[in-house]
């Protein structure tokens, strides 16, 4: 399904022109039927010969009015550029031939309309010249031009089996899974609620969805689906629709939100652009400028940055930061317009590079810039691995709604930034830059080679503190130790493959006296503190880390061969007898009561054991 726009000067008959074309009279106003103008949007439709039906948006032409016909045109597949033949090319013309043109609207056709009030064919032929002058200083040459009278109805045959051809000619709108309808028209019917109107795209919404209204982020569900007068369950990308939502009010509901599945839009203030201003604006764009934002449906009052330019000259193209003061939903490749606000002018456009930089944007920085033209003009494979540079791996159907790609085009960009290892693909199937892994994989390596180095006495990193250090998740954790062979995991601890604990010859002496002690005193050995006193708080604490002491308090550690003939004796005798208490442990150890009331809560702690009343019987983890 398609739809057109058709645009014009006030006298210029489009609105004639639709309604021949559909039945339709567009203007639903009451002041546009009787000053027969176009204020607002009006929609029709039609059926081509073919059988596909057609949307139409009938935007107004007058000048007053070109914020209302913006609203209108960035969802359509094709243009009609209508110009009357008794009056020929007008300001308003020229300013809609270039909004067009900043909306990569590419399929345009113009219709030399009111041939019925020419008597001379060489009147028509010079009007005719002068379109195409005009569409070839737009580099437009070649569009169809098609002459006609919606009064006699001369050239309206041709005119449709040209746009049939024209729209055959242009691509189907993709959907992507994540559903997008910008607003234009909000109304009420009576017992049933709020409707709204749109061009879908992006993906399906079928009746009985979830919807969610951004940027408001109110919820509702949808209740019912227009499509061409036609009720239907679902409506396809591409296509005008009407939604009947419930949950979210008329009042709730404004021109330019934007209605989508949960979670699939998110609203921004901030987005990096590439904009060209216009060659016929009369002054450059300067820095912190204020203008007026239109994308979609939507408007705001917003200040542009230049990010690598003083100014930008007319005609010239540019990186900018935009600053909207109001939310808006917008997304990545969405086009937009920019008009000054007073005295109002259309002064440019282009696209949205990203809509979500989530900060300020430095200006004259080369990464920053570089960054923006990979986004822009990268390979599918390089903008999908900028996609996934970022502090976590992400799934492949968040990155590929991220980017827009439809299943192939993912697909196809996925194969190539494996096969040039631009991205990494984890064993969950997630997708994480390889600059990204390579970033954390370096500061992992710092962070452990500077531990080491103050800490030469210390094992490694406690896991669960190098995760927080390194901000990540657990199994992004374990994936980088399992993949990168200069980590190695050990005793819960992270250290670099190479780091060993060596003792000096005297720290050796320390350690010899103590284990010499603890085999002596095997199950009533010295507190840490005592330890600590004996051989050094560092190396008491090495010893842990090596497994060669094992704490049960904070307070008590036993020797690693006494704690597992412990461990192991306890496991027995509750095997054979379904019990143990601690007085049972102290006399079959003859360690004192305190010694053998912390091996038992130790155990209890791991899931060994498992107290019931003075008694402990098997755990979880028995």
Sequence with gaps: MRVIGTSGHVDHGKSTLVETLSGINPDRLAEEQSRQMTIDLGFAWIRLPNGEAVGIVDVPGHRDFIENMLAGVGGIDAALLVIAADEGIMPQTREHLAILKLLDVRN??????????????????????????????????????????????????????????????????????????????????????????????????????????????????????????????????????????????????????????????????????????????????????????????????????????????????????????????????????????????????????????????????????????????????????????????????????????????????????????????????????????RALADQAHRQLGNFHQQQPLRLGIPRAEFRSRLKIAADLLDSLVAADERFCAEAGFIRLHDHQIVFTDAQRAKVDQLQKLLREQAFTPPSIEEMNRLAGEDVVRALLDLRELINVSDKIAFARASYDHMVAEIRKHILDQGEINAKTVRDAFGASRKYAIAMLEHLDSLGVTQRIGDERKRGRNF
Excluded at 195 to 214: H, K, P, Y
Excluded at 260 to 287: C, K, M, W
Excluded at 330 to 342: I, N, T
């Design 108 to 437: 345009i056709m113009v219709v030399i309309s009111k041939i019925d009030l020419i008597d001379d064919p060489e009147w028509i032929e010079l009007v005719q010249l002068e379109i195409e002058e005009l569409l070839e200083q737009h580099q437009l040459d070649g569009c169809p031009i098609v002459a006609i009278s919606a009064h006699t109805g001369a050239g309206i045959d041709e005119l449709v089996g040209a746009l049939q051809l024209l729209l055959e000619a242009s691509p189907e709108r993709a959907n992507h899974g994540q559903p997008r309808l910008p607003i234009d028209r909000v109304f009420v019917i009576s017992g049933f609620g709020a409707v709204v109107t749109g061009t879908l795209s992006g993906g399906i919404l079928a009746v009985g969805d979830s919807v969610e209204l951004q940027p408001s982020g109110r919820r509702g569900r949808i209740r019912g689906l227009q499509s061409y007068k036609q009720t239907v369950d679902c409506a396809e990308p591409g296509s005008r629709v009407a939604v009947n939502i419930t949950g979210i009010s008329n009042q709730q509901i404004r021109r330019g939100d934007v209605l989508g599945h949960p979670g699939g839009i998110q609203p921004t203030i901030l987005a990096d652009v590439r904009f060209s201003l216009l060659a016929d604006v009369e002054r450059p764009l300067a820095h912190n400028a204020q203008v007026k934002f239109f994308s979609g449906a939507a408007e705001s009052i917003a200040n542009v940055r230049l990010l690598d330019k003083d100014a930008l000259a007319p005609g010239e193209d540019g990186w900018l930061q935009i600053r909207l003061r109001d939310e808006l939903a917008l997304a990545r490749g969405d086009r937009f317009v920019l008009r000054y606000p007073s005295p109002p002018q259309t002064i440019g456009g282009g696209v949205i590079v990203n809509a979500h930089p989530g900060r300020r944007r430095k200006r004259f920085q080369s990464e920053i810039i570089q960054d923006l033209e990979t986004r822009l003009s990268g390979s599918p494979a390089e903008r999908l691995a900028q996609a996934a540079r970022s502090n976590r791996p992400q799934s492949g159907t968040d990155l590929r709604k991220t980017l827009g790609y439809d299943r192939d085009e993912f697909a196809s960009a996925l194969a190539q930034a494996l096969q040039e290892n631009l991205v990494l693909q984890l064993e969950d199937e997630r997708l994480w830059s390889a600059e990204s892994w």
